[in-house]
């Protein structure tokens, strides 16, 4: 069975955020993820994944003015400064929690852009010298449009196609099925073709983005394929629970009993 980390950005909001930690390590978990921690300290936060007994596997890099529509920094022309910085902040947290996977967003611009492309490569492979110092993998992740109209980073050849294009050893593939069944389809074979270059994967249902098991796809035989495959990584759980987090749990009883 996959090793999962449960998002603390969509699961177990009934408690704040920072008593998000136990109450994920009460629920079983032993690893856990999150979208941008930067509201709070890093040392609060350490204090209190140390005392829940819990890893922080992975976050996002700042990105940017999430209020006025910016989701990402990355491939923005003229805010290489920005980006820089974003940087700095992650890598620094990410040495404060002992993380070792930061998502770089893409940030909104059209992919036949040649200015926008530029930018995004030159982000990546300073961000990539950044985190190799570090002992960072960096992953970049295809978000549907549906969820974020306009991202630049839309489409999972377009991913591997600039993986292969940057030729860095510390930046991978972040392989969301849920994004990737609204965007292409195709969830097993994308898994098995995929797989050299994926860095970490994270589930929920679809259309609904709920827990595994209620929606259209069968999300039991898509992690039962990560098994087969020999996927060892992570598989963070960034889905909203339809009701309370713990209620909405049953779905590790079905998969560990193969029901």
Same mark, same amino acid.
């Given at each position: 069975m996959p090793h999962f980390a449960a998002n603390l950005s969509m699961m177990f909001t009934e408690h704040g955020f920072l008593d998000r930690f136990q109450a994920a390590a009460d629920a079983g978990f032993d690893a856990v993820e999150f979208q941008f921690p930067y509201e709070f300290r890093a040392a609060d936060i350490a204090a209190r994944s140390t005392a829940a007994g819990v890893e922080v596997v992975l976050f996002n890099l700042p990105p940017g003015d999430w209020e006025a529509?910016?989701?990402?920094? /990355? @491939? =923005?022309?003229?805010? *290489?400064?920005?980006?820089?910085?974003?940087? %700095?902040?992650?890598? $620094?947290? !990410? /040495? @404060? =929690?002992?993380?070792? *996977?930061?998502?770089?967003?893409?940030?909104? %611009?059209?992919?036949? $852009?040649? !200015?926008?492309?530029?930018?995004?490569?030159?982000?990546?492979?300073?961000?990539?010298?950044?985190?190799?110092?570090?002992?960072?993998?960096?992953?970049?992740?295809?978000?549907?449009?549906?969820?974020?109209?306009?991202?630049?980073?839309?489409?999972?050849?377009?991913?591997?196609?600039?993986?292969?294009?940057?030729?860095?050893?510390?930046?991978?593939l972040q392989f969301d099925i849920y994004h990737r069944q609204i965007l292409q389809g195709d969830v097993l074979s994308g898994l098995e073709q995929l797989l050299p270059v994926i860095g970490h994967v994270q589930i929920a249902s679809v259309p609904g983005r709920n827990e595994p098991g209620s929606g259209e796809l069968d999300d039991f035989l898509v992690l039962a394929a990560l098994d087969r495959l020999g996927y060892r990584g992570l598989v963070g759980c960034e889905y909203r629970p339809a009701g309370s987090t713990l209620a909405g749990l049953g779905w590790r009883e079905r998969l560990a009993s193969g029901s």
């Open positions: 529509g910016e989701r990402g920094l /990355a @491939a =923005l022309p003229g805010r *290489r400064a920005a980006f820089d910085q974003s940087v %700095g902040t992650g890598l $620094d947290y !990410a /040495a @404060a =929690l002992g993380t070792k *996977r930061l998502h770089v967003m893409a940030g909104i %611009g059209n992919p036949a $852009d040649a !200015a926008t492309d530029a930018a995004y490569v030159v982000s990546l492979n300073h961000a990539a010298d950044a985190a190799a110092e570090a002992g960072v993998m960096l992953m970049i992740e295809p978000i549907n449009g549906r969820d974020m109209p306009g991202y630049f980073l839309n489409d999972f050849d377009q991913a591997v196609a600039l993986i292969d294009r940057l030729g860095r050893p510390n930046i991978a």
